[in-house]
């Protein structure tokens, strides 16, 4: 039967779960909202990932993982042209650059990190093809998937939480008026100041976060943090300014006859 | 006949049913059910599952109409048919209760979403003696200061009808605008 749907009704966590439980091999690809994933699993156990927005052959893979600088991986990267990723791995173990078990800690801190990502999508299509290897040229490693499925739910549950913090993410932010208050004197990440910088009444957090490259779940957990410090409160995007249609609330059209019928109102409810 | 309305909202036992019915000229039509879940059950015996319904008239051409939306979430399907057409809405909190601040808050945003009308939020039972006090309150209930916060007793008359002038007020204030 086959394995398809979205991450809709099935989480990510739910399909590491089936795939750690029924010891599956083969390919679960999921297409997200504007990113494709491709996660090969053999006997249960995670083996290589891949995004569509990311190169990922070894000297990348080494390069985000901090085992290479950016400037090695460029020099690495032209000269390695056409080598596979197994002939390269031999090449820098060879060559003393790095160990066999660097090179295995980081393609699976690599991989792991992908799924981490996929935690926070909400939304995807997802099919799972049995028996699908990853590229011969690829090395693949063997991941228990246990940690990551627990991290996974953690994930889920702080998601769910920030879900009802804040259900959508198509609201704005503004400062608080608060005059004591100096940003400067405020300790925040880096990521944080970069949704700081982008807080406008104009800016939805949807658009913050495709600005500042962040996950649903990212944004979120900051706009908490900043909300709870009372730095910013949720506001209308001032883009999509919604007019109140009083045709639907009042009988009456007249905008005097719906001003005399409030008072009519008002001088009831007092009468009560 | 004229016909306007105005929507009673707020989470789970916030006291819904209980401010209409202190109102109303005619007994509240309530549409309660038993409550089934036992957590729910240790607060309440009986809840609103489609809508509570209460009538002032006014004069014989005009009629106000007052809906209670049911507080559980299972029933919100029930909340936008209400929202439509409202005067303005009143969110009823329970002041006593500040692990429903969240959901209140929650409601707020959606009943906001359906229709951008006027509203006034109610912070209910008062009277109790672990009731928060209004400022806390707003400051849980993440409220700017132009919201009205109003301290609101749903059994008391004079304080629910305090509650519909203060949204009657502010509907005349945005048709000012």
Redesign the interface.
Known sequence: MALRGNLRDFTVTQLLNLVHLARKTGMLSIQGTNEQADIFFREGKLAYARTNKEDDHLAYVLYKTNVLSKAQYKAIASRAQGMSDKELGLLLINAGYVTQEVIINSLQQYFADIIRRLFTWAEGLFNFENDARPPADRITVRLDLENIIIEGARQLREMEQLMQEIPSLDIALKFTDRPGTNLRNVNLSVEEWRVVSYVSPKNTLRQIARAANLSDLEIRRIVYGLLQAGLVEMVRPELTPRTLDRSKMFPVQDKGEQRTLVNRLIDRIRSL | M???KMVVTGPFSAGKTQFIQS?SEIDVVATERKISKADEKAIKNATTVAMDFGR?T??DD?V?YLFGTPGQKRFDFMWEILA????GFIVMVDSTRPETF??AR?IL??F??Y???PYVVAANKQDMPDAWDVDDMRVAL?L?QNTKLLPCVATD?ESV?QV??EL??S??E??ER
């Open positions: 004229q016909t306007v109102v002032i006014v004069d005009l106000l439509e057409g409202m005067l969240r959901e929650t945003e959606t906001r979403a229709a951008p009308t993440r700017g008359k009808k519909l002038l009657l007020y509907i005349l945005e048709m």
